[in-house]
């Protein structure tokens, strides 16, 4: 059996780092279906005036999605996830997800969470609440 | 321009995806989702499921041919090249797995402008077959100059 995370009021969740491969987009692309070019085509990104293709801003979302599962202990513990995109992130840079949980209700830590790149928050005021 | 409010309240025809148990794993391996109940079926099993579990954020991949459409509705009328994907909420209510049908219906929640920022906030709710609801999501997408 898969351990059931302990979790409490001011706890900080552990870490996520992830560094997106240069060729991740694509396969996010393919595995999600969005195609949109900025993410897949770095001339057109550029031609937009982007520094090259950019992360999804959804595959960002999965993990953050990911560092509450990964604490709560299983994908099937995620109840609710709301996420602000802000920036945009970028492949070959790490992204880290760092989290606290703010309260335990009905069974459930209720965890402010965001994702920074650089020092630059990409995911913000995210509010996850997982099944303890 | 003012931004056209007129599609606030319309409900778009149902869409049904089926959920496939090497798709589920593709996308698991996508976003660096490794745990077993997504990526092998016995596992999955064991833990009492009929078969692997989709990730949470699947969701995006069966919500995306019900939603997408709504980009692109002239009734709505998004300036796309302007568009920002700016907020995003996912509600899950029962897992999904391999082998589930999911019918998402998505809708227009709401349109309105500010500093010259137009908001379009869609709503999707999917079912799977036994017509249990699975996810419901808040998709907010903001077009500059508006």
């Not at chain 2, 391996?29 to 833990?47: F, H, I, M």
Request: hydrophobic share 40%.
């Amino acid at each position: 059996m898969r351990r059931v995370a302990e979790l409490r009021a001011g706890d900080q969740i552990p870490e996520l780092r992830v560094t997106p491969d240069r060729y991740l987009t694509l396969r996010y692309a393919g595995a999600s279906g969005d195609f949109n070019p900025i993410h897949v085509d770095e001339e057109f990104a550029r031609s937009v005036g982007l520094p090259g293709r950019i992360l999804h801003g959804l595959w960002t979302m999965a993990q953050v999605a990911r560092a509450q599962t990964e604490a709560a202990g299983g994908p099937e513990r995620l109840k609710r996830i709301s996420v602000q995109f802000r920036g945009m992130g970028l492949p070959e840079q790490e992204v880290v997800v760092t989290g606290t949980v703010t309260e335990i209700r009905n069974g459930c830590a209720v965890i402010d969470t965001v994702a920074e790149q650089a020092g630059n928050q990409i995911i913000r005021n995210a509010e996850a609440e997982v099944e303890l | 321009m003012p931004v056209k409010t007129t599609a606030i309240g319309k409900s778009y025809d149902p869409v049904v995806y089926a959920v496939g148990r090497e798709k589920v794993g593709e996308y698991a391996r996508a976003v660096g989702e490794a745990s077993p109940l997504c990526l092998d079926v016995e596992a999955a099993r064991a833990a009492g499921y009929p078969d692997v579990l989709a990730p949470p954020m699947f969701a995006v991949v069966y919500c995306a041919p019900a939603v997408g459409p709504l980009i692109f509705d002239p009734e709505i009328g998004i300036n796309f090249a302007m568009m920002v994907h700016a907020g995003q909420e996912f509600v899950w209510d029962r897992p999904v797995v391999a082998g589930d049908e999911i019918t998402t219906t998505a809708s227009v929640k709401d349109i309105s402008e500010r500093d010259g920022r137009a908001f379009y906030v869609f709503e999707s709710v999917s079912e799977n077959q036994r017509g249990e609801r699975v996810c419901t999501a808040t998709w907010t997408n903001i077009v500059r100059g508006a």
